[in-house]
């Protein structure tokens, strides 16, 4: 055997093409740009039609540091129109996608055809699951609230599924109320605004939608649901939560992407795990609980690509960062 010799070679796989959604549309550009470049590719980047702007400033400082011309190209455009000729074309070795399941479902089924690589990461509907231990409610209250108002709830990993335990749901409850009847909404560059509006009449209209089907199925608006009374204009809609879910409405089974927190009790904590895993997302989830062993425990049997233990959305660029189920595969972010 001593004649032979085997070695894997890292090499770039071609033309990238990197689809991303509006949320945060130059974090989620850069996300793909920077490892795309670094491992060699030339890449086609096609931000949201949303949110175009920073994507094309991203190319311009490229091209002023001076980045050869044809690495880093940027194509603006509806998704149909800009977006799936690169999905389809069989000059570009690989997609990497953000945005919707629906979309991804579109992208993933394009590339097939040509049996192009893709990694996609997509939607969610993330539980954070509260246990009756904590002794700072009103920190474990503090996480529930960013984790799913923070951008206003437009973010893919939001924790939009509250789980809590009987024993502390009444007062958690009524801190969370108190909490949110105190964020301040208003035009996110006024000083100490905590939430802006969405990012448009679409969205906000979709997100109206969620609500009043929660309410006519059944589900109790606790707080929010509507514009505030202070703002006649723009897409706002108050921090709003909901109880009184059963695990078939739509509010409990589907992405909002709004400042829309959905509730339910639990007793035990196989009954907590059940439900945190009762979707076909897999993006994220959380758990509170002041035993680290009982954190640890669930982590491992939460179905999603990351769980967060004590807190819930704090991303840091060495944990890569991906889903399961419906919220897509491939990782960004990490070594692993
Ligand atoms: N998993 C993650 O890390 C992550 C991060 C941010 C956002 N998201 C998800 O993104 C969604 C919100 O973003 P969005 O509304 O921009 O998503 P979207 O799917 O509507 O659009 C995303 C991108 O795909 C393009 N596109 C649309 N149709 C296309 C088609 N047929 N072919 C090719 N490209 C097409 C759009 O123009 C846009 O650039 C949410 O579901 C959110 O959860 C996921
Ligand atoms: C990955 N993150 C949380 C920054 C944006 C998701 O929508």
Redesign the pocket.
């Known amino acids: 055997m001593e004649e032979f010799k085997t070695y894997v070679l890292k090499e770039p796989i071609g033309v990238v093409g990197l689809?991303?959604?509006?949320?945060?549309p130059l974090l989620?550009a850069t996300w793909k740009v920077a490892p795309a470049l670094a491992a060699g590719c030339t890449a086609v980047l096609?931000?949201?039609?949303?949110a175009s702007l920073t994507c094309l400033e991203l190319g311009a400082i490229c091209e002023e540091v001076g980045l050869p011309s044809g690495v880093l190209n940027i194509i603006t455009g509806?998704?149909?129109d800009?977006?799936?000729p690169?999905?389809s074309h069989p000059h570009v070795d690989k997609i990497a996608?953000?945005?919707?399941?629906?979309?991804?479902k579109?992208?993933m089924t394009?590339a097939a055809q040509m049996v192009k690589p893709v990694s996609l990461?997509?939607?969610?509907k993330s539980p954070l699951v509260i246990f009756d231990d904590v002794a700072d409610i009103d920190k474990a209250v503090e996480w529930a609230m960013f984790g799913c108002f923070f951008n206003s709830g437009q973010v893919?990993?939001a924790t939009s599924r509250l789980l809590l335990h009987e024993k502390i749901a009444e007062r958690f409850l009524d801190r969370l109320v108190e909490w949110a009847k105190n964020i301040k909404i208003s035009d996110p560059l006024e000083e100490g605004c905590r939430l802006g509006s969405v990012i448009s009449k679409g969205q906000y209209e979709k997100i109206k939608k969620f609500i009043s089907t929660a309410r006519s199925e059944g589900a109790t608006i606790l707080h929010g649901g509507d514009r505030p009374k202070h703002l006649g204009k723009g897409f706002f809609i108050e921090p709003t939560i909901i109880t009184d879910v059963s695990t078939s409405m739509q509010i409990w089974r589907e992405?909002v992407?709004g400042p829309v927190i959905c509730v339910k009790v639990f007793k035990t904590e196989s009954e907590a795990v059940e439900l945190a895993n009762d979707t076909h997302y897999g993006?994220a989830g959380g758990v509170i609980s002041d035993d680290l062993e009982r954190c640890e425990r669930i982590a491992k049997v939460i179905h999603s690509g990351i769980v967060w233990i004590n807190c819930s959305q704090p991303t840091l660029v060495q944990a890569p960062?991906?889903?399961n189920k419906r919220?897509?595969f491939g990782r960004?972010l990490g070594e692993w």
């Open positions: 689809i991303t959604p509006w949320n945060y989620m096609k931000p949201s039609e949303l509806l998704g149909p800009a977006g799936a690169i999905a996608f953000t945005g919707s399941t629906a979309t991804g579109t992208i394009a990461e997509l939607g969610g893919c990993s992405e992407f993006l960062w991906g889903g919220s897509g960004e």
